[in-house]
């Protein structure tokens, strides 16, 4: 770790996994379990160039390079947070792998090249706008609902970044499910890999984990799903392996 100035209303975090450090502030969006399950689903081959888009704190790409990733572009909107990023992705010495682009994702021709990404990931926002109870802090709303890009831009933007054979990986809600996985194929993304999140073993699920390769043929891998806490309120075993070190298989 280097030391970097901390800005008025800054707080370093630790997140534990690899020692990884994390500038956040309290009046932007924070980091949630989301990403970190996002991170550790998405298939990193060794070397992989991955984007993330709406990389918000910059935590997912900074997983993605602990896992493997030999180069990591995030994308993000918001001039704030993608400073924050990036003074994240300093603060871990991970400049040489890392890098943070303050820009739109629907616009993303001529600033980044088409068809060349390894990987594509995103956390996007969830709800549809009229969707939900919307957070009158501004900057959080973005993040949650779709005011900046709804999940057919998301969607757009991965295939445009995305090699052939490539592959799209992205967290959202069981209810969006059938959705989700139209746009996929209308966008020529097949999916693959499909893992539902819930948070006790007794309740439905909350998240949904996808994952979708480029021109691939139809078949969908459903795995066993991710029960986050055990009966006593702990992190199950595969969490807390992440945070011990463990790569997912």
């Avoid at 871990?92 to 600033?111: C, E, T, V």
């Avoid at 779709?146 to 757009?156: G, M, N, P, Y």
């Avoid at 069981?174 to 746009?183: D, F, H, M, N, T």
Wanted: charged share 20%; with cysteine; aromatic share 6%.
């Amino acid at each position: 770790m280097t030391d970097v100035a901390l800005e008025p209303g800054d707080r370093l975090d630790d997140l534990i996994i690899n020692d990884l450090k994390i500038i956040q502030r309290d009046d932007q969006f924070r980091f949630s379990l989301d990403a970190i399950l996002l991170a550790h689903f998405a298939t990193v081959r060794p070397n992989a160039v991955a984007v993330d888009l709406g990389t918000g704190t910059g935590v997912i790409a900074l997983l993605l390079s602990t896992r493997g990733a030999a180069q990591v572009i995030g994308v993000e909107i918001s001039p704030v947070m993608a400073g924050l990023a990036a003074r994240s992705v300093k603060v871990n010495q991970l400049a040489g792998r890392i890098s943070i682009q303050n820009a739109d994702l629907r616009n993303l021709r001529g600033q980044l090249p088409a068809g060349v990404f390894d990987l594509v990931v995103s956390n996007p926002p969830y709800r549809p706008v009229g969707g939900g109870f919307l957070n009158p802090n501004d900057k959080v709303a973005m993040a949650r609902h779709e005011i900046t890009a709804t999940l057919a831009e998301v969607v757009a933007a991965a295939r445009y970044l995305v090699k052939y054979r490539g592959r799209f990986a992205m967290v959202h809600l069981p209810e969006r499910i059938p959705e989700i996985l139209e746009v996929l194929r209308q966008a020529g993304i097949e999916p693959k890999r499909l893992r539902m999140v819930h948070s006790a073993i007794h309740k439905k699920p909350n998240m949904v984990l996808v994952e979708g390769v480029r021109g691939a043929r139809a078949g969908l891998e459903v795995l066993p799903p991710l029960i986050v806490y055990d009966d006593k309120g702990n992190y199950c075993s595969e969490i807390l392996a992440w945070y011990q070190g463990e790569q997912p298989l």
